[in-house]
């Protein structure tokens, strides 16, 4: 199974600051595979960024997505008051088939 | 609308059985495959269980293949998840999400969750 260990476990940032969140796989996938999302208190998880880099439908151009191979990260270029959260990458692999989160990066206030 | 909703959840003995269900609207829901992940309250997610838009192919992970049973009703636009031997350790909330499209394995539509609470 491929584990993804993301960094750091807490962000403290203020708004307008850029975020810069890294998750790191154990071995090396597909950046077709690595998707990013975002889950505030109380909400189900929000796709931003899969495929490594495309954003999804509606996403802010301030959030984007990069990296290949085994590291991979998401930047938030200016934060907004909506963008303190946590935030998850997964991967999957389909043969065999198998789906794996990260551990989940919080963006707080500082 | 496009949403999903789940419901079934609830309190449950150890040991016990529960089926979770998922009612689609608002897209071709056939078409696409769907899967179930959990998350314990203040805890990270955990993929559990996938199938292809007709039924025929389903994906387990370790930590429930043999106990858990995916399937889903076309006819209903419905998925649903049959939970047999749950443990403890099965507490969690429960969401089904929409895959972006076939053979993608990310989701783009999420319900709001139901929880399960496995305790005696």
């Known amino acids: 199974e491929i584990i993804l260990t993301q960094s750091p476990g807490t962000l403290s940032l203020s708004p307008g600051e850029r975020a810069t969140l890294s998750c790191r796989a154990s071995?090396?996938?597909?950046?077709?595979?690595l998707a990013w999302y975002q889950q505030k208190p109380g909400q189900a998880p929000r796709l931003l960024i899969y495929?490594?880099?495309s954003r999804a439908t509606g996403i802010p151009d301030r959030f984007s997505g990069s990296g290949s191979g085994t590291d991979f990260t998401l930047t938030i270029s200016r934060l907004e008051p909506e963008d303190f959260a946590v935030y998850y990458c997964?991967?999957?692999?389909?043969?065999?088939?198998?789906?794996?989160f990260g551990g989940g990066t919080k963006v707080e206030i500082k | 609308e496009v949403q999903l909703l789940e419901s079934g959840g609830g309190l449950v003995q150890p040991g016990g059985s529960l089926r979770l269900s998922c009612s689609a609207s608002?897209?071709?829901?056939?078409?696409?495959?769907m899967t179930w992940v959990r998350q314990v309250p203040g805890k990270g997610l955990e993929w559990v269980s996938l199938?292809?838009?007709?039924?025929?192919?389903?994906y387990y992970a370790d930590s429930v293949k043999g106990r858990f049973t995916i399937s889903r009703d076309n006819s209903k636009n419905t998925l649903y998840l049959e939970m047999n031997s749950l443990r403890a350790e099965d507490t969690a909330v429960y969401y089904c999400?929409?895959?972006?499209?076939?053979?993608?394995?990310?989701?783009?539509?999420w319900g709001r969750g139901t929880l399960v609470t496995v305790s005696s």
């Open positions: 071995q090396s996938i597909s950046s077709s595979y």
């Open positions: 495929g490594a880099s």
């Open positions: 999400a929409k895959h972006i499209r076939i053979s993608v394995w990310h989701f783009d539509l």
């Open positions: 997964q991967q999957y692999v389909t043969s065999p088939p198998s789906l794996t």
């Open positions: 608002g897209f071709t829901f056939s078409s696409y495959t």
């Open positions: 199938i292809n838009g007709r039924g025929g192919i389903t």
